[in-house]
């Protein structure tokens, strides 16, 4: 049967709506951090101490931390804030963004 | 006698300064204190293994600051990890100080 093509861009745009799930797109971190940047800077290398770097952090680490906020398991009343209009998708992006940058290291 | 009230207001006011803030060293830190956090910080790929599992954050090139406040946080609770919770009721203020000038460092 031929399916009319106007219905198949329906079906393909309805189906991109519903699903939540790509894989984290650093990029797509990168167009979202543009509200975290002016405390966590641009890369996410902080320039006033009191803001955490984040450049260069485990992904996983990072997205522990912003669903922390976001579920209430850890209390910080400005990232509590940010964190409020963030789908899990955002901060999965988020976290893959900031863990691509280079600045954190292990030390011993 | 007014210059000499001055004088002895800076005195006084440097000194109070300098006694609330405890200066950290680095060198200090990575002597004695440093025991405690390698097993997990200092393993490159280490993971937490309960409640949940995920990468041991990585300290090296944290602002100091920021360390201290995060030692802080877990000393009073008001940031909960039952290993965080318990290493960091071991340290004194120095020590805490000491150890975010060491982290702050990245060699």
């Given at each position: 049967m031929k399916t009319p093509i106007r219905l198949m861009i329906a079906i393909v745009a309805a189906a991109s709506v519903t699903t939540t799930a790509h894989a984290a797109d650093a990029a797509r971190g990168k167009e979202k951090s543009a509200a975290c940047a002016?405390?966590?800077?641009?890369?996410?290398?902080?320039?006033?101490?009191d803001f955490p770097r984040l450049a260069g952090q485990y992904q996983d680490y990072l997205l522990t931390a912003l669903t922390h906020y976001k579920n209430g398991k850890r209390k910080n009343a400005i990232m509590q804030g940010q964190v409020a209009n963030l789908t899990k998708q955002d901060l999965a992006d988020l976290s893959a963004f900031y863990a691509s940058q280079k600045g954190l290291d292990v030390k011993r | 006698m007014r210059t000499f009230k001055l004088l002895a207001l800076a005195v006084l006011a440097s000194a109070s300064a300098s006694a609330s803030a405890a200066e950290g060293n680095a060198s200090a830190a990575a002597a004695n204190k440093i025991s405690m956090c390698?097993?997990?910080?200092?393993?490159?790929?280490y993971r937490t293994a309960f409640p949940e599992v995920y990468h041991v954050p990585k300290l090296g090139g944290q602002h100091a600051a920021y360390i201290v406040k995060a030692l802080n946080a877990y000393k009073t609770g008001e940031r909960s990890h039952p290993s965080m919770k318990g290493i960091a009721a071991s340290l004194t203020d120095q020590d805490i100080a000491d150890l975010a000038a060491y982290y702050s460092e990245k060699k």
């Open positions: 002016a405390c966590h800077g641009a890369d996410g290398n902080s320039q006033a101490p | 390698v097993g997990c910080h200092g393993i490159p790929g």
